[in-house]
């Protein structure tokens, strides 16, 4: 079983319309948690980035960490056409040093 | 200020042909890293170099070398390849190997292809 679980999609919505993610882990250990967007043939690029539990939220993104449940999610509001790409989840505990492990990735299609 | 740069960008091998993947930052980083994308599979780090003169084993370090050459560049070097590590390759860096906010900024990608 992977450490990181990401549900590979592809997720099609509408623009305009609340994309959700989610990404589940099993080592509690975790406390430092990443969104990276891929776009088609480049490298991941951070979104977000969220310490321990909580919401943290940047423009239409909005980050959630659920220690209790193993369970993170990002939601993209009022989507558009360009947030289009895969969306990476990563997460690393402290005496891991800067070292992620990811989830594998879920494509997301936002069609005009 | 180009950020991490990879060389080539595509490359295919035939088996048991060697190769070492070109990386170098201008970000002034002291740690950078080389990952393995794969379908479905997400990011694997295969090595890493926290500073300069360092480099440790990542998640899937079999049939792959590296050399940290200077705080710039980080080379990743395959021996003899096999069809099993047809992949994209993304080295990415950052300020430093541990602590809060400390961002992974990755290059564009190495796509090789063993034959």
């Known amino acids: 079983q992977k450490e990181v679980e990401q549900d590979p999609g592809p997720l099609s919505v509408p623009e305009g319309a609340i994309v959700s993610l989610n990404c589940t882990y099993s080592?509690?250990?975790?406390?430092?948690f990443m969104w990276y967007r891929q776009y088609s043939r480049k490298g991941p690029e951070l979104l977000m980035y969220?310490?321990?539990?909580g919401n943290k939220e940047d423009g239409r993104f909005t980050a959630q960490v659920d220690k209790s449940s193993k369970y993170i999610s990002l939601f993209i509001r009022d989507s558009q056409p360009s947030d289009s790409a895969t969306y990476l989840c990563?997460?690393?505990?402290?005496?891991?040093?800067?070292?992620?492990?990811f989830g594998g990735g879920t494509r997301v299609l936002v069609k005009p | 200020n180009a950020g991490v740069t990879q060389t080539p960008k595509f490359q295919v091998l035939k088996t048991g042909q060697s190769m070492t993947l070109q990386c170098a930052q201008d970000?002034?980083?002291?740690?950078m890293y080389w990952y393995r994308q794969d379908p479905g599979m997400g990011l694997r780090l295969i090595y890493y170099s926290a500073s300069e003169g360092t480099t440790d084993k990542g998640e899937v370090p079999n049939g792959y070398n590296v050399s940290r050459l200077n705080k710039r560049e980080f080379s990743l070097r395959l021996e003899s390849a096999a069809p099993s590590q047809t992949s994209v390759y993304f080295c990415?860096?950052?300020?430093?190997?541990?602590?809060?906010?400390?961002?992974?900024?990755f290059g564009p990608g190495t796509r090789l292809t063993v034959l």
């Open positions: 969220t310490y321990s539990s």
């Open positions: 990415a860096s950052s300020a430093r190997l541990a602590g809060l906010n400390n961002e992974q900024f």
């Open positions: 990563a997460m690393k505990s402290p005496a891991a040093g800067n070292k992620l492990t």
């Open positions: 080592n509690s250990a975790f406390q430092y």
């Open positions: 970000m002034n980083h002291n740690s």
